[in-house]
């Protein structure tokens, strides 16, 4: 079986996600509108001096699935526009991300740098061994 890997979804004429990805299980995008996004923004990490805005993003991201209800500033909800992100449904779906690429527009990392992003992430929590 192929690893699971992340791909940066673009928006460029006649790019499509079926031929980014050679895993036979497919591919999904997990962007901020998807059932999956990351209720933190680079603006609002910028904005509160976060260091390096797109790793304290992934950072957060991981840390409001982990801590959910057991306390700090972390909602159970967030809105982002029409959509809203539910920590607790995000958690009941991770198995459907198994086994599969992920697709983010968030740049990849440079070889041999750590991914600093959300789909990075959901693919580790998806993917982990029980």
Known sequence: MTTPTRIQRRRTKGWRLADATTNPLGA??????????????????????????????AANYR???????????????????????????ILAELHT???KDLACPCPLPEPGQPDHCHAAVLLELANQTV
């Open 63 to 89: 840390e409001w699935l982990r801590v959910g209800t057991t306390g700090g500033w972390y909602e159970q909800t967030y809105r982002i526009g029409r959509q809203v992100l539910d920590r607790r449904r």
């Open 28 to 57: 999904v995008i997990v962007s901020r509108t998807s059932r999956f996004g990351n209720p933190f923004t680079i603006k609002d990490a910028i904005e509160a001096e976060m260091g390096d805005p797109r790793s304290a993003c």
């Open 97 to 99: 991300l198994r086994g």
